[in-house]
């Protein structure tokens, strides 16, 4: 049981390059989120995918796509990175909340972004 | 909205000292509340959480927080520090279950 793993660890990319950040849980947990991280400001929700089919904007979205590949896995794509997009990058997921419950997220080791 | 605040960016404690980390929360609603803890390089852990069953809830590694509504807190503590605490803490809040907010983290650093 690997939990929330997410592949790179470690990116440099160059202005106005793409990439994919890949995430995977092996927990059967319907909802997956991505976050970013960055000095003074927490933890501020990218995009999240309360069930399988479903994506929903968070908090700061633009400049970010996403794709719930299936319900394991949960990518965002940086179609054309900017210097401001460097952070560092947590995937989580979660059981689906049921009414009067509460949803705990785990989440992966996170992806370092550097972008010249 | 819902927003979570933590006094405090950075707080140093001597080994063996009281630990107290802030938390303040605003929701309109009655919420759930979380603490998690993220050493150097890793991914965040989740401490303990709150979920109305007790105002008084513990968690991992002697850590444990009270929630107090007319205070609209849910302040984190642990009677004594140990080097291994050193970590940065972080404050969430959700009601409805989908979305987390957190705060932007207190810094505990343990003197020797």
């Known amino acids: 049981n690997a939990g929330v793993t997410q592949t790179p660890k470690f990116q440099v990319l160059k202005t106005g390059q793409s990439m994919t950040l890949q995430c995977a849980q092996d927990?059967?947990?319907?909802?997956m989120y991505w976050y970013r991280q960055d000095p003074g400001m927490g933890l501020r929700l990218i995009y999240y995918?309360?069930?399988?089919?479903?994506?929903d904007k968070g908090e700061v979205p633009n400049g970010y796509n996403v794709s719930r590949l299936n319900k394991r896995e949960f990518s965002l794509r940086l179609e054309s990175a900017a210097p401001s997009q460097t952070s560092v990058y947590f995937c989580?997921?979660?059981?689906?909340?049921?009414?009067?419950?509460?949803?705990?997220?785990?989440f992966g080791p996170g992806t370092r972004l550097t972008v010249l | 909205a819902q927003s979570v605040t933590q006094l405090g960016s950075h707080v140093s404690v001597s080994e063996g000292a009281l630990v107290l980390l802030r938390c303040n929360y605003s929701?309109?609603?009655?919420?759930?509340l979380f603490w998690y803890v993220q050493y150097p390089n890793q991914g965040l852990q989740l401490l303990l959480k709150?979920?109305?069953?007790?105002?008084l809830v513990k968690g991992i590694n002697g850590f444990e927080a009270e929630f107090k509504k007319s205070e609209t807190s849910f302040h984190l503590t642990k009677p004594s520090a140990h080097m291994s605490d050193a970590a940065e803490y972080f404050c969430?809040?959700?009601?409805?279950?989908?979305?987390?907010?957190f705060g932007t983290g207190t810094s505990l650093t343990v003197i020797p």
């Open positions: 989580a997921s979660s059981r689906e909340m049921l009414a009067g419950g509460y949803n705990e997220q785990f």
């Open positions: 927990m059967n947990h319907n909802s």
């Open positions: 995918s309360a069930s399988e089919g479903t994506t």
């Open positions: 929701s309109s609603v009655p919420p759930y």
């Open positions: 709150y979920t109305s069953a007790a105002t």
């Open positions: 969430a809040v959700s009601n409805t279950g989908n979305q987390f907010y």
